[in-house]
């Protein structure tokens, strides 16, 4: 079993409609948990950081996290073209930053 | 503006040979990593380095090495290029607070033929 897990997709949803991201991860002392966005030829760039239980909101995008579960999401509200990328899922155990990404969830938005 | 610069960009070199990766940072931080990442495999961490002089063995270490001999450098070596570490190479920092996010570098292409 990978430490995290995330569907590789491809996620197609029409414009303006709500893409849902899902990612598990195996290790419970698990403490950070991050949402970065790749585009396709560049570097991943972070969008979202989420640390407690619950929902956090940034914009047109939402984590979730349960911990009881294992699992993080990644709601976007009214999706764009733009907001077609690969999205990575990263999950941090301690305090040394040492993060562990899933294979990532690529989202199609289509006009 | 704080950043973190790899170079080259783009790099083709042959099997057996040594390569060496730069990697550097004006955010001062003292936490630095590197990563391959590969369709199928994502990014996998090779090393990282938590201060000077500090390096530590990540998932996928082997054929690679690093030193740390100042905060902002952190290069990547290939001792004996191999065809099957042709892929797309980030670097990235990390600050000084716990759990702080991952900066990335633009990336390296190696290419090994």
């Known amino acids: 079993q990978k430490e995290v897990e995330q569907n590789s997709g491809p996620l197609s949803v029409p414009e303006g409609a709500i893409a849902s991201l899902n990612c598990t991860y195996s290790?419970?002392?698990?403490?950070?948990f991050f949402w970065y966005r790749q585009y396709s030829g560049k570097s991943p760039e972070l969008i979202m950081s989420i640390y407690s239980n619950g929902d956090k909101e940034d914009g047109r995008f939402t984590a979730q996290l349960n911990k009881a579960s294992q699992y993080v999401s990644l709601l976007i509200r009214d999706s764009q073209p733009s907001d077609s990328a690969t999205y990575l899922c990263?999950?941090?155990?301690?305090?040394?930053?040492?993060?562990?990404f899933g294979g990532g969830t690529r989202v199609l938005v289509k006009p | 503006d704080a950043e973190i610069t790899q170079s080259p960009r783009h790099k083709i070199t042959e099997t057996g040979r040594q390569v060496t990766l730069a990697c550097h940072q004006t955010w001062n931080h003292n936490n630095m990593f590197w990563y391959r990442q590969d369709l199928g495999h994502g990014l996998r961490l090779i090393h990282y380095?938590?201060?000077?002089?500090?390096?530590n063995k990540g998932e996928v270490s082997d054929g690679y090495s690093v030193s740390r001999s100042n905060t902002e450098d952190l290069p990547l070596t290939l001792e004996s290029a191999a065809s099957s570490q042709t892929s797309v190479y980030f670097c990235a920092s990390s600050g000084n607070r716990g759990y702080s996010p991952l900066h990335f570098g633009n990336g390296t292409r190696l290419t090994v033929t």
């Open positions: 290790d419970r002392v698990s403490q950070s």
């Open positions: 990263a999950v941090n155990k301690a305090a040394g930053n040492k993060l562990t």
């Open positions: 380095s938590y201060g000077v002089h500090d390096t």
